[in-house]
T-cell receptor
Framework: SQQGEEDPQALSIQEGENATMNCSYK?????LQWYRQNSGRGLVHLIL?????REKHSGRLRVTLDTSKKSSSLLITASRAADTASYFC??????????FGAGTQVVVTP | NAGVTQTPKFQVLKTGQSMTLQCAQD?????MSWYRQDPGMGLRLIHY???????DQGEVPNGYNVSRSTTEDFPLRLLSAAPSQTSVYFC?????????????????FGPGTRLTVL
């Protein structure tokens, strides 16, 4: 079974708008990560937040983590057409293994 | 650095055939993993390794074998391919530890192998 569940499954926005996607997980974690996958490509690491952190920023990305609710959100501000991709959350336990959610497919139209 | 490389990029097999998917990394990572990705789903862990000579099963190991004789290479073997193994396969690697702590699990992914079993 998958650890993470993402919401929404698909998101369509216009350039310049913000995109928000959520992830819920089931068990205790060491960290939570977000990855991007462009069509037909491998996954690229975007940002990691540790279990003792509540918020983290990286460029146009903002991640929050609420361990009491076992949930995380990823915000992409001022989206661009190049942000069109699938976004996955993944939880880690510190042994090089990740459990992934099913992903959110984001389409940004010019 | 080439990062994580995978060969082949595409493969078509007939039911019952065997093959090996190759994965190599040049970052001196101790941890390596194999995942499969099916339509509409995230990645599921097949097997992983925490170092040369050490492997273990992930979430969906049935039908797959692995071995790790060197730090660099982590091949995935399909002994008798089945249509249910039609998928995209990703290899990934990560550091075993980072400065000041244990592994962050941050994975570096290869480009994937698209496998079709007829």
């Amino acid at each position: 079974s998958q650890q993470g569940e993402e919401d929404p499954q698909a998101l369509s926005i216009q350039e310049g708008e913000n995109a928000t996607m959520n992830c819920s997980y089931k068990t205790s974690i060491n960290n939570l990560q977000w990855y991007r996958q462009n069509s037909g490509r491998g996954l690229v690491h975007l940002i990691l937040i540790r279990s003792n952190e509540r918020e983290k920023h990286s460029g146009r990305l903002r991640v929050t983590l609420d361990t009491s609710k076992k949930s995380s959100s990823l915000l992409i501000t001022a989206s661009r057409a190049a942000d069109t991709a699938s976004y996955f959350c993944a939880t880690g336990t510190g042994w090089g293994k990740l459990q992934f959610g099913a992903g959110t497919q984001v389409v940004v139209t010019p | 650095n080439a990062g994580v490389t995978q060969t082949p990029k595409f493969q078509v097999l007939k039911t019952g055939q065997s093959m090996t998917l190759q994965c190599a990394q040049d970052m001196n990572h101790e941890y390596m993993s194999w995942y499969r990705q099916d339509p509409g789903m995230g990645l599921r862990l097949i097997h992983y390794s925490v170092g040369a000579g050490i492997t273990d099963q992930g979430e969906v190991p049935n039908g797959y074998n692995v071995s790790r004789s060197t730090t660099e290479d982590f091949p995935l073997r399909l002994l008798s391919a089945a249509p249910s193994q039609t998928s995209v396969y990703f290899c990934a690697s990560s550091y075993s530890r980072v400065a000041g702590g244990s592994s962050t699990d941050t994975q570096y992914f290869g480009p994937g192998t698209r496998l079709t079993v007829l």
